[in-house]
């Protein structure tokens, strides 16, 4: 059976059953993405963490994927990365931009894009686009990141050709990235030139922690350092304590303590199991990450930051990620081999 034929609910089964699924990442993405929606609501501050833990995440998992074998993997990594994260993004911004300029334009008003800004959201570089903010989509500056570094990794994996190439190019590039966005923030806190956290230049370290991880998985396994639950407690007090220490604009200091301290977090959390409700949670969470900030806009409006507000505002991000990810996600997704044959022209993998 092809998964041209899964039914809306097959995809989730069989991630749900899956035995390969590392448990720890469904949890850490599901706390991530809680963290945000409460974040955003004013329930907690989380000071961004919540993303850091996503691009480290994306960065273990992209390099796994792209370190199989070679000869179809350039192939297999685009149509991976097409049907999973640009049809639910872009139904989010036509879907959204129509609702909120039809029929609530008194609610959102400039939260909205302009035309004339369109190009920034649909070609990915509204994380590098400057003010005016527009709040309804001003959360998407996190997939514009990921898309650059998926950009990136796929160009790296075309090069190198080989696996064993593959891994030893990775490893230097990630060592480049850290070293190269750590300086960039560093002279950013001096100078104040290039400073904004959503630049990609300033957060593409978090995901060359996730890479290293994954290449270095097996000697990690064998420092027993890295599964005291000690090590893990202090890093989390260390991070606690970073997002009170910097209190600077851009807390580029946290962004560069974040990602590392969170790498620790999760070595950690990888040796155990947890509960399979946090795979259901972290299917629906790309998104719900999407729509959350525009449905809090109106959720405000009408009935502020209050329990009654929140309670709506969590339900319709739950009802709108769960019909996006199975009318929209689930739709192309279930249809890349069909979509690899148009495109490619040649056998599905």
């Not at 963290?35 to 993303?51: A, D, P, Q, R, W």
């Amino acid at each position: 059976m092809t998964t041209a034929h899964y039914s809306m609910f097959q995809r989730l089964n069989h991630i749900v059953k899956s035995p390969n699924r590392i448990e720890a990442f469904d949890f850490v993405r599901t706390m991530a993405a809680l963290s945000i929606i409460l974040t955003h609501f004013k329930i907690i501050e989380t000071y961004g963490i919540g993303v850091d833990a996503f691009f480290v995440l994306s960065g273990f998992l992209v390099v796994k994927l792209l370190s199989r074998d070679m000869s179809a993997v350039n192939q297999r990594y685009f149509i991976g990365r097409f049907t999973k994260i640009i049809p639910s993004y872009f139904f989010f911004l036509i879907i959204a931009y129509l609702a909120g300029s039809l029929f609530f334009d008194e609610i959102y008003g400039t939260d909205l894009p302009i035309l004339s800004e369109w190009k920034q959201y649909f070609f990915f570089y509204r994380n590098y686009g400057g003010l005016p903010n527009r709040w309804a989509f001003e959360h998407v500056w996190a997939l514009c990141v990921e898309e650059h570094f998926y950009l990136m990794l796929l160009f790296l994996s075309i090069l190198s050709g080989l696996r064993s190439s593959f891994r030893k190019a990775v490893l230097f590039f990630s060592l480049a990235m850290i070293v190269f966005c750590v300086a960039a923030k560093t002279q950013a806190q001096f100078t104040s030139f290039a400073e904004y956290p959503t630049y990609t230049h300033n957060r593409l370290d978090a995901f060359g922690y996730g890479a290293l991880i994954y290449l270095f998985m097996d000697q990690i396994k064998r420092i027993a350092i890295f599964h005291h639950f000690f090590v893990a407690s202090l890093s989390a007090i260390l991070l606690l304590a970073m997002t009170q220490l910097d209190q600077s604009e851009h807390q580029l200091w946290l962004r560069t303590a974040s990602p590392v301290l969170l790498s620790v977090i999760l070595i950690y959390l990888m040796q155990f199991k947890f509960s399979k409700i946090f795979r259901i949670l972290a299917y629906y969470s790309y998104n719900a990450y999407l729509w959350h900030y525009f449905i809090l806009i109106p959720i405000v409006f009408y009935w502020g930051y209050t329990w009654v507000g929140f309670v709506v505002y969590l339900g319709l991000t739950v009802v709108l990620a769960f019909l996006a990810t199975h009318l929209v996600e689930d739709f192309f997704i279930n249809r890349r081999d069909q979509i690899f044959k148009l495109v490619f022209k040649n056998k599905a993998v």
